[in-house]
């Protein structure tokens, strides 16, 4: 994008003219004109949504395949050998070790990497928007007593803690959401109490205050608009996130519970065995399927900050003129994932 | 400084208590019963009962708590209910292979995401960049197990259908033993590890360079007439050393209480992979072992780094 979209001008007012082809433009339009600039993050949506429709409508591809993603097909799915067949008519994507259509499975899996990718970032959101705005507008003790429980949450071995939550509740799709809330919350507690505290010192604060307006109205009707930005990108980065840590947990076979198709299961049997290494559309589809949609929320997420945010965005080349920037504002908060 | 380096310390305290809390009351509530899991399917019920005794199952939840943490605090972890071996020789076992991963994985990973973020913040807005941010973007979307066993298909198996075998499947061997078949072993977990990781590296290294790099200074030392490498790695990463050390100390902890996935995807025998077969068996004292042990690596990095500080930062001091 270039500087243009950060600094409208009209177009004919170079020549001396004022002109009446100068408009307004909200700051709604500005945003939409810097999204629909940016090619990488419309094609992010383009994919997000086609994902969705692919999970919404899998009981349409279990339909139009004529399988059912649990159903194991001995005799069409597998060769005479017990190994499974590769992509052909009748199994686009291939059977699995079960003999079970991949196709099918991924459409399922899709549900369940959205469901909870989705609902794990907006939980962890939730609470994190709620104690960070606690926690910075209130300051003083409140924010002592919370800020250490962020960096308790921070300090703790979180893979190994979901690992010792598996093993004494059994693995199942609530416990992964409730893990993966549990110590993803503090990222977005972290942003939006430095925000909050920054913006409760200014002017608008205090004039809401001398008007008599209490700390609940301040917080909800002055500061909460103020955090949009911040909100919706660190939600939209949650996702992948989530995505990755649920497929990790069904990895390790401490998430979702088999029949029940999910990626990092898919990709769990896979691997068992190392049936992957006879029959790679095993690893290939499930692979790349959760790449490509964290990759996309990813740059949605990144595209979502460069338009609401165009301050940040501001690099100057200092040879040529501006083209797409981004990742200036590098959280200072040791990130990671499961993925370690 | 004392004062801060007192309160991390007690920090440091107050996080091993609420872990080791955490672990102990989660599996007291825990459904099963140990004593099963000690005796096996075929154990009449005064065995049961013997065995509840001989662990001390048959106590009030806190004096059991309090005989682990006075055990712990003199090195005794307690003993596997698999295998009756103490669980600090069981974690000690599994460490080399750990500890193998982790620091062959952090030097390449240095090595490769910190000079992406240079080379991304100094061109800014160029190809170069987007070269740079589209391999940040790439790394921090891929998952682990998913970049292992692609590589461990392309690298290990196709090679050795054609016919030759250019990286082993995995598994750990001693680097006394053979020091080049020990690092010819590792090689794929080190990249694997690494090429995820680095993403994080070169984006904190590129968006702190690009803070920097409109500074003062920078152009002092500019108009001083030295070198551009000179300006970016003498004057310019030093601002860039306090984020990197702490994601640094941050990583190296995490990995060290166990690297779970990637000690999964190729079979290293190491802590990871240890809690891994102990949660399968329900094995309770590793488990509780392995947790305690990486709130302990996390709890000393954190002490480092914080030191790290005041040595690089006399601001600090």
New interface residues.
């Given amino acids: 994008m270039t500087n243009q979209t950060t600094h409208p001008k009209a177009p004919s007012a170079d020549n001396g003219k004022i002109s009446e082809q100068v408009v307004q433009r909200s700051s709604f339009e500005l945003t939409m004109r810097r999204i629909l600039k940016d090619p990488a993050l419309l094609t992010a949506v383009v994919f997000i949504v086609l994902l969705t429709l692919f999970a919404v409508f899998a009981p349409l591809v279990a339909y139009w395949t004529g399988h059912d993603p649990n159903t194991q097909f001995r005799e069409t799915g597998m060769s005479p050998f017990g190994l499974p067949v590769g992509p052909n008519h009748e199994f686009l994507l291939g059977a699995d070790q079960l003999g079970r259509d991949v196709l099918v499975r991924l459409a399922y899996g899709a549900r369940i990497s959205l469901a909870v990718g989705v609902l794990a970032a907006l939980a962890s959101a939730l609470i994190g928007i709620t104690i960070g705005m606690i926690s910075g507008f209130f300051g003083g003790w409140v924010d002592v007593v919370l800020g ?1 429980i962020m ?2 949450v921070m ?3 979180f ?3 979901a ?7 059994g693995p199942s799709l609530g416990l992964s959401i409730g893990v993966i809330v549990f110590f993803s919350w503090t990222t977005m507690g972290r942003v939006i109490r430095a925000e909050t505290a920054s913006l409760t010192k200014r002017e608008f604060i205090e004039a809401s205050r001398s008007l008599g307006a209490g700390p609940i109205s301040i917080l909800i009707r002055d500061i909460l608009p103020n955090l949009s930005v911040p909100i919706i990108v660190y939600t939209t980065m949650m996702i ?1 996130s989530s995505i ?1 840590f649920e ?2 947990l069904s ?4 998430g979702i519970t088999p029949p029940t198709a999910s990626w ?1 299961g898919m ?1 769990a049997d ?2 068992a065995n ?1 049936v ?2 006879v029959a ?1 559309w095993l ?2 589809f499930p ?1 790349i399927a ?2 490509t949609s ?2 996309a929320f ?2 949605l997420g ?1 595209g979502l900050r460069d338009a609401l945010d165009p301050k940040g965005r501001r ?16 959280r ?5 994932g ?3 | 400084m004392i004062r801060y380096l007192m309160q991390r310390l007690l ?1 440091a305290c ?2 091993l208590v ?2 080791s809390v ?2 102990f009351f ?2 007291f ?3 099963g019963d140990p004593a099963r899991v000690v005796a096996g399917d075929k154990a009449t019920e005064a065995q049961l009962v013997q065995i509840r005794e001989n662990l001390g199952l048959d106590r009030p939840i806190v004096v059991q708590y309090g005989s682990f943490v006075s055990k712990a605090l003199h090195g005794d972890l307690g003993y596997s209910y698999r295998n009756q071996q103490p669980v600090l020789d069981l974690i000690t076992r599994r460490i080399p292979a750990t500890v193998s991963l982790v620091i062959g994985g952090v030097i390449v990973w240095l090595a490769i995401g910190i000079p992406i973020g240079v080379m991304s913040a100094r ?4 190809r170069k ?2 070269l740079g ?1 589209t391999f ?3 790394g ?7 970049l292992g ?2 590589s ?2 392309c690298l290990y ?1 196709l090679p050795r259908k054609a016919g030759f075998m250019l990286f082993p ?1 995995g598994g750990y061997k001693p680097f006394l033993d053979n020091p080049l078949d020990w690092a010819w072993h590792l090689v794929l977990p080190w990249t694997t ?1 690494a090429l ?2 680095s993403a ?1 590296y070169a ?2 290294t ?3 360079l ?2 920097v790099l ?1 500074e003062d200074y920078i152009r002092t030392a500019r108009a001083k007439g030295i070198s551009e490498r000179k300006v970016i790695y003498k004057h310019a990463m030093r601002a860039t050393l306090t ?1 990197l050390i ?2 640094l ?3 190296i902890a ?2 060290l ?6 000690e ?2 190729y079979g290293l025998q190491g802590v990871g992979a240890l ?2 077969q ?3 068996n ?1 094995d ?1 004292p590793i ?2 072992g ?2 305690m042990l ?2 302990l ?3 000393i990095a ?1 002490i480092i780094v914080d030191l790290l500080y005041t040595l690089l930062d006399p601001r600090m001091r």
Avoid: H
């Fill in positions: 250490r960096d308790l300090s703790v071995p893979l190994l803690c690992l010792a939550l598996v093993s004494v509740f992948p990755v497929a990790t990895f390790l076979g401490l990092g990709l896979a691997g190392s992957y290494l790679w690893v290939i692979g959760l790449l964290t990759l990813n740059i990144d690099i100057k080349p200092r040879k040529k003129k501006s083209v797409l920037s981004g990742w200036l504002t590098s200072k908060t040791p990130e990671g499961p993925n370690q | 920090f107050l996080v609420s872990l955490f672990v989660l599996f509530v825990a459904p061109n800014a807005g160029t960049d987007r941010q940040i973007l790439i921090l979307s891929f998952p682990t197990f998913v066993m692609l461990l298909y198996f499947a590890l995820v990781t994080i984006r904190l590129r968006g702190q690009l803070q409109g984020p702490t994601q100390g941050a990583d995490f990995l209480g166990g690297s779970i996935v990637i999964q995807v809690a891994v102990a949660v399968a329900q309770r488990i509780i392995v947790v990486g709130g690596f996390i709890v954190n």
